[in-house]
């Protein structure tokens, strides 16, 4: 305890007397720092902002160090985040350049109206490439194709804006295939939730739809944005700068309202569940105690009604 005193008493000590001489605040910046013995008094060098070298931080540190925050008004911000922010925004803008991709679409008769596609022939017939080019930089077939199923609530909530979409690119086609009755496609496209919008150039998935909120807007924007083809109505050459909805599209052809089905695999799932858990429960010394003690439950009983 007396050892730990003295020792205290010298640090201050020294403290005191080199603030004559020295800044006693930067002397107890480098005891803050724990490098106080490269302070000048102990033979180690002065410490001027100009001759310490800015070090790159990582994620979390300051490139500064402590004495920087107390004498340095200026110096009172650490610009490593300010150069990262900076990095981060720049490859937002070059990712947002990359995943942008267009394709040229060779004009198609779509009437404006949405297909819904009920075959694996249909599927064949409407992804069906033009001539045989297989580049993006060429002109081909452009689809635009919806997996939804009639059970699920969304699909419902989205088929308005889907319809009203299709009727304002009359030079797409524009699909719509129930996921529910062709699993193989689910698989093939690489479809893990519903709905999913898909844009295919030449037969070929080109990019998903992945905005957070469908609606017209953001669908017209999907498409414009992906082939360059501007919305219109039919037989009407000039481009529709609003987008709007009419009462034909809450109607058809894809329906708004969920349909309530009996899912016959649902309860085989079920029952195939309870079974595999009654077996392995059997198995378990859980079971043997539970069958044991009701044995001899049923003895004692057995015993005291023959006394």
């Known amino acids: 305890m007396k050892l730990s005193l003295f020792i205290i008493s010298i640090i201050f000590g020294i403290g005191c007397c080199s603030a004559f001489r020295f800044n006693g605040l930067e002397f107890y910046a480098h005891i803050l720092n ?95 490439p033009h001539g045989n ?30 319809n009203a979409m299709a009727r304002h690119f009359p030079d797409l086609k524009v699909a719509a295939i129930d996921a529910f009755n062709f699993h193989s496609l689910n698989t093939e496209f690489g479809i893990v939730g519903l709905p999913t919008i898909m844009f295919f150039h030449q037969g070929r998935p080109l990019v998903k739809f992945n905005d957070t909120e469908i609606t017209l807007e953001t669908l017209v924007k999907f498409v414009t944005k992906h082939s360059g083809v501007e919305p219109r109505l039919a037989n009407h050459k000039m481009t529709i700068n609003v987008p709007h909805y009419i009462s034909e599209d809450f109607k058809g052809p894809l329906s708004n309202k969920v349909e309530r089905k009996i899912d016959y695999w649902l309860y085989v799932a079920w029952i195939f569940i309870v079974l595999c858990s009654c077996y392995y429960f059997s198995k378990s010394a859980f079971y043997v105690q539970i069958i044991e003690m009701i044995k001899r439950n049923w003895r004692e009983s057995e015993a005291h009604h023959r006394s």
Do not use: W
């Open 34 to 128: 724990g490098d106080f013995l490269d302070y000048k008094p102990f033979g180690g060098r002065t410490t001027k902002i100009e001759d310490t070298p800015q070090s790159i931080a990582s994620a979390g540190q300051s490139a500064n160090s402590f004495l920087d925050f107390i004498t340095y008004k200026d110096r009172r911000h650490c610009s490593l985040y300010e150069e990262q922010a900076s990095e981060v925004d720049e490859l937002k803008v070059t990712d947002a350049k990359r995943k942008t991709l267009k394709v040229k679409c060779v004009p198609a008769k779509g009437n404006g109206t949405l297909h819904i596609i009920t075959s694996l022939k249909e599927v064949i017939s409407v992804l069906a």
């Open 133 to 162: 080019s297989t580049k993006r930089t060429q002109a081909g077939n452009c689809v635009v194709m919806l997996f939804y199923t009639k059970t699920c609530i969304h699909s419902a909530m989205m088929a308005p804006h889907y």
